[in-house]
C-alpha cells in the first residue's frame, strides 16, 4: 500500500510519488477518472440548502512554465502562466507560444518547459460517516488533510496503489 507520512498539527498525511506526472494529460485523466468513478466511496450531501456532489472540485491551479533563447541556444529569459482550468493551461501554452509580440520582446525563441510545470487539484469529499475531508493531488504528490477517521485515509492508500502513475 502506499507509504503516506504523518505530518504534525491537524491530522493530514502526504504521499510523494517516485515519478512526477510525465505532463496536463496524464493529471487531468486521473482526476476525471477519480470524479467519475469515486472509488473513495464519497457519499453526496446537502448544507445550507445546497445539494453537494460526492467528490468537488474547491481549486485548481496549473502553471506553465517557458524559457526564451537566443540563436546560440543561451536562456535569455524565463516565463511562468498561471491557469485555473486544463482548457485555459492548453490555450494559454499556445498562446504564449505563439505571441509574437513577446517573443520579440524577449529577443529569441520560446520553448514550453514542460518538465517544470505545475499542476495542481484540490478536491473535498464528504464520506459515508458524515465527516468531510480534503485530497490535494499535486504534480509530485498526493495530500490528505482534515480528516479524522483512519478508514479514510486506508481508502485512500488503497485507491492510490490501484493507479499505477500514482505509485
Known sequence: MAHFNQR???KSAVHRLKKPFPDITAFDAVIQDLLLKNPLECTSYRSARKFHHPLEKVREMYTAKFV???ANGKRIGFGSEM???VE????GVSA?????????SHGGKVRHFLS???????LKCHDSNDELFFLSIARDRVTLASYNDDAISTRV????????VLA
Not at 96 to 104: K, L, Q, R
Open 8 to 10: 504534525a498539527g491537524t
Open 68 to 70: 526564451y533563447t537566443d
Open 83 to 85: 491557469y485555473n482550468s
Open 88 to 91: 485555459g493551461y492548453d490555450t
Open 96 to 104: 504564449v507560444i505563439s505571441n509574437m509580440a513577446n517573443i520579440t
Open 116 to 122: 517544470a510545470d505545475l499542476f495542481s487539484v484540490v
Open 157 to 164: 492508500g488503497k485507491w492510490t496503489d490501484s493507479v499505477p
